[in-house]
């Protein structure tokens, strides 16, 4: 790609990168949330892959790394869903930490915490679905 | 009342580009009417007031819509037909019974739905009105998805799971050993 994408892609990047952190931050107050806020995460590294060629980022370690991130938060989610068999009102994926003031960034008890670890994991995911059709398209074609 | 005029021209213009979509003669149009009738659902859930589910459809379409150009990229433009073929007869059969079928069971179902816009359900008044003193969460999809039903949200988070995984396994080209007949 020219020089004109690579930078502008760089600049959209960091504010794709930004945006998904408001979104999946403030899943439980406003609209949006882990879901969504994980596909914009993804994007913000599409987007420099895409512009930036593929030996930008040492593609093959990070397909690792995301695999790792991907298992990891799947095995949090787990864990503290099972955390709320042992506190609370004793039920799986029970909602124990205190509620606070409902509308401020820190209420709801578990669920920003989830919609954090949710968010981790939709981003690693797809960044590890794009990772995976780029490197073996690139072994194809050797 | 002014949003079902918005609906019905919205939900107008969708049907009109799905026939455009079965009908056109290059595939690349056709994804494009698809890609047009996905955004006029993203107009449907805004006018409806739910924006959450607005962003999750415009972020879905916007993916289908690549990964259906990159398909076509690397396939053929142009459909091909035959249609004295059994194989599309057969088809064109089946999809008749079909259409026939489910709408003799919707018109059967019509009396016994809500009116449009009420809800008073057991269950969702329920959601609806206690979640926000229940959750503490003040967006109520987020209460219903991460407390009410959580153990749903899990499910769907396997599935994502499991996706990637199968992706991983059917495109890796370097970990297989080929099989030598002795």
């Known amino acids: ?38 596909v914009l995460l993804a994007g913000s590294f599409i987007v420099l892959v895409l512009a930036q060629g593929q030996g930008y980022l040492k593609l093959k370690q990070q397909r690792e790394r995301t695999s790792l991130f991907e298992s990891l938060s799947v095995l949090l989610i787990l864990l503290l869903g099972f955390s709320g068999l042992f506190a609370g009102s004793m039920v799986f994926f ?43 398209k690139e072994e194809v074609s050797k | 009342m002014n949003t079902e005029i918005y609906l019905a021209i919205v939900m107008i213009m969708m049907i009109i580009l799905a026939v455009a979509a079965i009908h056109a003669k290059d595939l ?38 690549i990964i259906m150009v990159a398909v076509l990229h690397d396939s053929t433009r142009h459909e091909e037909r035959c249609p004295t073929c059994p194989r599309d007869i057969v088809n064109r059969s089946a999809a008749l019974i079909l259409v026939v079928t489910l709408l003799y069971f919707f018109v059967d179902a019509i009396p016994a739905l809500q009116p449009f816009g009420e809800h008073t359900l057991r269950m969702s008044a329920n959601y609806v009105y ?30 994502l799971f499991t996706t990637a995984i199968g992706v991983l396994a059917i495109l890796r080209l370097q970990g297989k050993k080929s099989v030598k007949s002795n």
């Open chain 2, 130 to 159: 206690d979640a926000i003193e229940k959750t503490g969460a003040t967006n109520l999809v987020k209460g219903v998805l991460w407390d009410f039903r959580a153990l749903d949200t899990l499910g769907e988070a396997a599935v």
């Open chain 1, 1 to 38: 790609m020219s020089v004109i994408v690579q930078k502008v892609a760089q600049l959209l990047s960091a504010l794709i990168f930004v945006f998904s952190m408001y979104v999946i931050t403030h899943g439980h107050i406003l609209p949006g949330g882990g879901f969504t806020g994980g």
């Open chain 1, 94 to 136: 029970g909602n124990y930490l205190p509620k606070g003031q409902p509308g401020e960034l820190l209420s709801a008890g578990n669920i920003p915490i989830y919609s954090i670890l949710i968010g981790i994991k939709v981003a690693a995911t797809l960044f590890t679905i794009f990772l995976a059709l780029t490197i073996y």
């Open chain 2, 28 to 65: 690349l149009s056709a994804v494009i009417a698809q890609g047009g009738i996905g955004y006029g659902l993203v107009i449907c859930f805004l006018l409806l007031q739910a924006p959450d589910l607005a962003i999750v459809q415009i972020v879905a379409e916007t993916i289908t819509i």
